[in-house]
């Protein structure tokens, strides 16, 4: 059933993965579960109970941690996409010189056509463009970050190209949209270099890639999908394509700025169709986050969060691997362990012992 939740319920005890009753004097613990007969969790290790802490456990009596069930969050994920002059102009597709080279932005607009659907359990997708393919203004979204919002988005996706590339002014409305989410992305489509410096059609937007990174450094991240920038010089024309610059390497920047670099070009390049549509899933992939809402408020203090059995350590924010909160009853996985669900991991999760 498509919708905006992914619902993993998950009813496993922190425990999970535990030592059991062998000897773990020594080894890291979250809760005394993890530790052997006469030992207890203090300080993220198993020690040895004193004389009190042992009488207190027993006049007490055991304790077992709360399961919880978990929800998984659908990704605010913001698509923007170039249908600029650059993305007009005819594209060797196949390598092929019995087939005529045909204009990128199409193939741009065919493939998004067949892979958003897909990404539909996923994320709540917007969609940011130049409004007519004229001049240097983006006022707003075309499509604001909705869950199930991929046919929207589809319907919205300009028919044709032409025009300058005001990326900036599109990213700009991206990031605005997405700021204060704790767990959103941006995903840039482009056929070549950011336009409108200084709000010059022809002038190449210097200052983006800064404003990419400021974004990353914010907890945007942005991917970067090229459909074969030119890796050689442009001309002194007009004709909406910023001038003199060489177009891959300003994408190249954008990509390395947005923290989801593919190597060794700095961006997921498409020199072919083919390999096109295996790109875009690539860089929605990088850009899709893990938020989850628990069945019930806890502290991250009181959590218990594992995935396939390894413990995740608690963090103030999404910077390295483990979990950080989101609100009482929500929380981010973050980094491998990220990586791990969108692989297919399990998320257990439980509330630790008062």
Known sequence: MRGAWLSLTVSALAGAGCFGQRDTLGLPCQLDDQCGSGEHCRDGVCGAMDAGTAEAAASTGSCEPKPLAVVRLASPVVLVVDHSAAAALAWDHDGDQRTPPLPRYGFAREILADVLPGEDDHVALGLATSPDGQGCAVDALAVTPT????????????????????????????????????????????????????????????????????????????????????????????????????????????????????????????????????????AFFSVRTCAFKLSEAASPAALALHVDGQPLPARERCDGDGFAPIADDEVAICGSACDAIKLGAQLEAAQACP
């Open 147 to 282: 869950p199930s919002g991929t046919a929207s988005v589809i319907d919205a996706l300009p028919p044709d190209a032409g025009g300058p590339a005001p990326l900036g002014p599109a990213l700009a409305q991206a990031y605005q949209a997405l700021n204060g989410l704790p767990t959103a992305g941006v995903l840039l489509v482009t056929s070549g270099a950011p336009g409108c410096g200084g709000g010059d059609p022809e002038q190449l937007d210097t200052a983006l890639a800064d404003a990419v990174a400021d974004a990353f450094a914010d907890g945007i991240p942005t991917a970067v999908v090229g459909i074969d920038p030119p890796t050689g010089p442009t001309g002194v024309d007009i004709d909406g394509i910023p001038n003199g610059i060489v177009p891959s390497d300003a994408v190249a920047a954008l990509g390395r700025a947005g923290g989801r670099a593919r190597e060794p070009n700095g961006y997921f390049r498409a020199t072919n169709v083919v390999a096109l549509p295996a790109l875009v899933r690539d």
